[in-house]
Nanobody, 117 residues
């Protein structure tokens, strides 16, 4: 089993920055990809950024340059640095892990990000 606990969400003005953290515990060695997803009200959950064990990152073109995913293996933590935030970035942000062990996909409880105009 893998446990994911997000933190760092909150209210920020447009143009501001936030850094989300995801603390990972449990069977960490079974994880091969970590990611952040978000879900805005009335919309589908979407990928924000992902990072592999080797450090390769991926994110939608629309978010590149503003959102950066990183990991600190010593702290078992994955981060999402969000800059130049826009009201449309308002959503619940979820930490996600893909594991080699069933049930293979794990989610955190989510952290809310609200960007005011």
């Amino acid at each position: 089993q893998v446990q994911l606990v997000e933190s760092g969400g909150g209210l920020v003005q447009a143009g501001g920055s936030l850094r989300l953290s995801c603390a990972v515990s449990g069977n960490i060695l079974s994880i091969n990809v970590m990611a952040w997803y978000r879900q805005a009200p009335g919309k589908q959950r979407e990928l924000v950024a992902s990072i592999t064990n080797g450090g390769s990152t991926n994110s939608p073109d629309s978010l590149k340059g503003r959102f950066t995913i990183s990991r600190d293996n010593a702290k078992n933590t994955v981060y999402l640095q969000m800059n130049s935030l826009k009201p449309e970035d308002t959503a619940d942000y979820y930490c996600h892990a893909r594991s080699t062990l069933a049930p293979y996909v794990y989610w955190g409880q989510g952290t809310q990000v609200t960007v005011s105009s």
